[in-house]
């Protein structure tokens, strides 16, 4: 099991919402919006450190696009 | 959505002020290279950031490392310039925008005040013709110089 911790510095508690929604077809993904953490299990036969880093992507990317930053730096 | 694959990459951790990186700046850098690596951030302790890198297949970690410092440096940079000219920039938009409206439309003549009241304000005197204005002075100027 790895625990994430999500703070809300840095990332929306619905974009943690929709990451576990999208991953949990992969493991068991438990979100303690107290914490607020994420606790992630991988199925057997699921690299449970790569569904960890895809899931914290995942939210990374839908905070910000939720937020509508200027992330994405003009070419 | 293609099944999570195993990660080999061994990660990189930065310690960041987030006096120095604001949150937006840091999440802006690593929203740039989410297609290169994994990034998560976190802040053990008030004030104090940690990014924490692992390269996806085909990037290497500390090169990724290195783009995401010079990128959050832009982004902190161009946070910082946008908050100094943030008066000029609006100011300029404004103009910007009321110069594109154009000349009043008919609504805008329909809305205008022309009653009789109105219709022949004068505050600045500029309607006054060249005969009015001047005749009062040169004849003042001539009955000065009739005078003996």
């Not at chain 1, 510095?9 to 303690?32: K, L, M």
Request: with cysteine; aromatic share 6%.
């Amino acid at each position: 099991m790895i625990e994430r911790r999500f703070r809300p510095t840095f990332y929306a508690a619905a974009a943690v919402d929709a990451a576990a929604a999208v991953y949990a077809p992969y493991g068991t993904i438990e979100v303690d919006h107290a914490g607020p953490a994420v606790r992630v299990t991988a199925n057997a036969g699921i690299d449970e450190l790569a569904l960890a880093d895809e899931l914290a992507n995942y939210v990374l990317g839908a905070t910000v696009e939720a937020r509508g930053a200027d992330a994405e730096r003009p070419a | 959505m293609a099944q999570p694959a195993p990660i080999s990459a061994s990660p990189v951790h930065l310690k960041l002020p987030l006096a120095l990186y604001p949150a937006d700046a840091l999440l802006g850098a690593a929203y740039v290279l989410l297609d290169r690596c994994f990034v998560y951030l976190d802040e053990p302790e008030t004030g104090r950031a940690t990014v924490t890198l692992r390269a996806k297949p085909g990037a290497a970690s500390t090169d990724v490392a290195g783009e995401f410092l010079n990128e959050a440096l832009a982004q902190s940079w161009r946070r910082a310039i946008l908050a100094d000219n943030r008066a000029s920039i609006e100011m300029i938009s404004a103009r910007a925008v009321s110069g594109a409206a154009g000349p009043p439309g008919l609504d805008d003549l329909l809305a205008m005040e022309t009653s009789d009241q109105s219709a022949f304000d004068d505050p600045l005197g500029i309607a006054m013709s060249w005969e009015d204005k001047y005749k009062k002075k040169s004849e003042a100027a001539g009955e000065k110089g009739s005078k003996p």
